[in-house]
């Protein structure tokens, strides 16, 4: 691996839409992120345990396990990855629940490149 490629901030993307998944892998590589994925939840939990990412961009509607259960697992073993949700869902109860599960922001599908960008930058600021 190239030293420059380390200093990128490495996000770990979930969606089991393969569309989805490899547009949002893309966008985010251009953006100058190190970029990870999974296709379901199980997938991210092994991943974000193994592979420690600066960042998650996490789709909530998934098999084997949700963006919720996810969330609530990486909180149960004191993982404080900055956690973006991404979801379809755009009730006030699920987006409550998303982040009452420990996500960082829940941002509603569809969105726009630009906006995730600024938002995971943004959690890695906090982060610090």
């Known amino acids: 691996m190239e030293s420059g490629a380390s200093a990128s901030p490495r996000v770990l993307v979930?969606?089991?839409d393969p569309d989805v998944l490899a547009s949002l892998e893309r966008g985010l590589r251009l953006s100058g992120f190190e970029v990870s994925t999974a296709v379901d939840g199980a997938e991210a939990l092994?991943?974000?345990t193994e592979n420690r990412?600066?960042?998650i961009?996490?789709?909530?509607n998934m098999p084997v396990l949700d963006?919720?259960?996810v969330v609530t697992a990486l909180r149960a073993m004191d993982n404080d990855v900055p956690v973006c949700v991404l979801s379809a869902r755009t009730s006030v109860d699920d987006r409550v629940a998303g982040l009452e599960a420990g996500a960082d922001d829940y941002?509603?599908?569809p969105f726009v490149l630009q906006e995730l960008v600024a938002?995971?930058?943004a959690l890695l600021r906090r982060r610090g």
Not at 57 to 60: F, G, P, S, Y
């Open 14 to 16: 979930v969606d089991d």
């Open 53 to 55: 990412p600066d960042a």
């Open 46 to 48: 092994r991943s974000a």
């Open 67 to 69: 963006g919720v259960s």
């Open 57 to 60: 961009v996490l789709d909530i």
């Open 119 to 121: 938002r995971v930058k």
């Open 107 to 109: 941002l509603v599908k």
